[in-house]
Protein backbone atom coordinates (compact mmCIF):
# COMPACT_ATOMS: atom_id res chain seq x y z
CA UNK A 1 0.00 0.00 0.00
CA UNK A 2 1.11 2.93 -1.07
CA UNK A 3 0.94 6.35 1.49
CA UNK A 4 0.32 9.78 0.04
CA UNK A 5 1.36 12.78 1.47
CA UNK A 6 -1.61 14.65 2.76
CA UNK A 7 -1.31 18.49 0.83
CA UNK A 8 -3.66 21.44 2.68
CA UNK A 9 -3.04 23.40 -0.23
CA UNK A 10 -4.60 20.97 -2.65
CA UNK A 11 -7.59 20.85 -0.44
CA UNK A 12 -8.11 24.26 -0.48
CA UNK A 13 -8.24 24.54 -4.64
CA UNK A 14 -10.39 21.55 -4.71
CA UNK A 15 -12.73 23.55 -2.31
CA UNK A 16 -12.11 26.37 -4.24
CA UNK A 17 -13.01 24.45 -7.34
CA UNK A 18 -15.97 23.73 -6.18
CA UNK A 19 -17.34 27.08 -4.85
CA UNK A 20 -16.56 28.17 -8.38
CA UNK A 21 -18.48 25.59 -10.20
CA UNK A 22 -21.84 26.90 -7.56
CA UNK A 23 -21.05 30.65 -7.74
CA UNK A 24 -19.14 31.00 -10.63
CA UNK A 25 -21.77 30.58 -13.74
CA UNK A 26 -24.97 31.82 -14.54
CA UNK A 27 -28.22 30.94 -12.74
CA UNK A 28 -29.88 28.25 -14.64
CA UNK A 29 -33.34 28.54 -16.32
CA UNK A 30 -34.30 25.16 -13.95
CA UNK A 31 -33.57 26.48 -10.68
CA UNK A 32 -34.67 22.75 -9.03
CA UNK A 33 -31.29 21.90 -10.70
CA UNK A 34 -28.51 20.50 -8.44
CA UNK A 35 -25.62 22.79 -9.05
CA UNK A 36 -22.89 20.49 -8.29
CA UNK A 37 -24.51 17.69 -10.55
CA UNK A 38 -24.53 20.43 -13.61
CA UNK A 39 -20.94 20.44 -14.46
CA UNK A 40 -17.47 18.61 -13.20
CA UNK A 41 -15.16 21.01 -13.84
CA UNK A 42 -14.30 24.90 -15.48
CA UNK A 43 -12.59 25.74 -18.63
CA UNK A 44 -10.72 28.68 -18.49
CA UNK A 45 -12.75 31.45 -20.39
CA UNK A 46 -11.67 35.00 -21.67
CA UNK A 47 -14.46 36.93 -23.12
CA UNK A 48 -13.70 40.43 -24.66
CA UNK A 49 -15.43 43.32 -27.23
CA UNK A 50 -14.63 45.16 -30.35
CA UNK A 51 -17.24 47.53 -32.02
CA UNK A 52 -18.44 44.81 -33.76
CA UNK A 53 -19.26 41.68 -31.59
CA UNK A 54 -18.11 39.71 -28.87
CA UNK A 55 -15.58 37.14 -28.60
CA UNK A 56 -15.76 34.19 -26.04
CA UNK A 57 -12.18 31.91 -25.76
CA UNK A 58 -12.96 28.93 -24.33
CA UNK A 59 -10.09 26.23 -23.48
CA UNK A 60 -10.86 22.56 -24.35
CA UNK A 61 -8.31 20.92 -25.02
CA UNK A 62 -8.41 16.91 -25.34
CA UNK A 63 -12.36 17.32 -26.02
CA UNK A 64 -13.99 15.98 -29.42
CA UNK A 65 -16.14 18.74 -31.53
CA UNK A 66 -18.91 16.00 -31.48
CA UNK A 67 -18.95 16.45 -27.40
CA UNK A 68 -19.55 20.17 -27.25
CA UNK A 69 -22.44 21.97 -27.90
CA UNK A 70 -23.14 25.66 -27.90
CA UNK A 71 -27.11 27.42 -27.62
CA UNK A 72 -28.87 30.09 -26.72
CA UNK A 73 -32.34 29.97 -23.97
CA UNK A 74 -34.26 32.39 -22.10
CA UNK A 75 -31.36 35.17 -22.34
CA UNK A 76 -28.32 32.50 -21.63
CA UNK A 77 -25.41 31.71 -24.12
CA UNK A 78 -24.38 28.41 -22.77
CA UNK A 79 -21.62 26.37 -23.48
CA UNK A 80 -21.34 22.63 -22.55
CA UNK A 81 -19.29 19.31 -23.08
CA UNK A 82 -17.75 16.48 -22.16
CA UNK A 83 -13.69 15.50 -21.45
CA UNK A 84 -13.58 12.41 -21.35
CA UNK A 85 -10.99 10.05 -19.22
CA UNK A 86 -9.05 7.24 -20.80
CA UNK A 87 -9.97 4.14 -20.97
CA UNK A 88 -7.87 1.83 -18.61
CA UNK A 89 -5.39 -0.14 -20.24
CA UNK A 90 -3.93 -3.40 -18.76
CA UNK A 91 -0.53 -2.69 -17.60
CA UNK A 92 -0.77 1.09 -17.64
CA UNK A 93 -0.85 2.58 -14.30
CA UNK A 94 -1.46 6.41 -13.54
CA UNK A 95 0.90 8.16 -11.49
CA UNK A 96 -0.76 11.31 -11.09
CA UNK A 97 -4.00 12.75 -12.41
CA UNK A 98 -4.38 16.95 -12.76
CA UNK A 99 -6.28 17.13 -15.90
CA UNK A 100 -9.78 17.44 -14.96
CA UNK A 101 -12.39 15.12 -16.78
CA UNK A 102 -16.15 14.96 -17.32
CA UNK A 103 -18.96 17.67 -17.94
CA UNK A 104 -18.55 21.17 -18.01
CA UNK A 105 -20.34 24.15 -18.14
CA UNK A 106 -19.65 27.60 -18.80
CA UNK A 107 -23.16 29.93 -18.88
CA UNK A 108 -23.05 34.08 -19.99
CA UNK A 109 -25.78 36.54 -19.59
CA UNK A 110 -26.31 38.10 -23.20
CA UNK A 111 -25.43 41.83 -23.03
CA UNK A 112 -28.63 44.05 -24.20
CA UNK A 113 -26.66 45.61 -27.10
CA UNK A 114 -25.98 41.82 -28.73
CA UNK A 115 -28.06 39.80 -31.73
CA UNK A 116 -28.53 36.38 -29.91
CA UNK A 117 -29.45 35.52 -33.74
CA UNK A 118 -25.60 35.63 -34.96
CA UNK A 119 -23.82 32.83 -32.31
CA UNK A 120 -21.28 31.94 -34.41
CA UNK A 121 -18.80 28.93 -33.10
CA UNK A 122 -15.85 27.51 -34.44
CA UNK A 123 -14.10 24.88 -32.72
CA UNK A 124 -10.31 24.22 -33.92
CA UNK A 125 -7.04 23.07 -31.46
CA UNK A 126 -8.65 22.82 -28.10
CA UNK A 127 -10.22 26.43 -28.64
CA UNK A 128 -13.88 27.12 -28.82
CA UNK A 129 -14.33 30.81 -30.12
CA UNK A 130 -18.09 31.98 -30.00
CA UNK A 131 -18.79 35.19 -31.94
CA UNK A 132 -21.76 37.25 -31.24
CA UNK A 133 -22.28 40.71 -33.19
CA UNK A 134 -22.98 43.58 -30.75
CA UNK A 135 -24.05 46.12 -33.51
CA UNK A 136 -27.95 46.65 -32.56
CA UNK A 137 -27.36 50.18 -32.10
CA UNK A 138 -30.23 52.21 -30.52
CA UNK A 139 -32.97 53.66 -32.88
CA UNK A 140 -33.42 57.09 -32.70
CA UNK A 141 -36.42 58.45 -33.21
CA UNK A 142 -36.78 62.12 -34.32
CA UNK A 143 -39.99 64.31 -34.43
Excluded: C
Aim: charged share 35%; no cysteine; glycine share 4%.
Amino acid sequence: MNLIKWDPFRELEEVSTRLNRIFGRAPSPDSSQDLLAIADWLPSTDVSETDSEYLIKVEIPGVNKEDVKVFVQDGLLTMQGERKMDKEEKGKKFHRIERSYGRFVRSFRIPDDADENTVKAEFKDGMLNVKLSNDLAPVIRTS
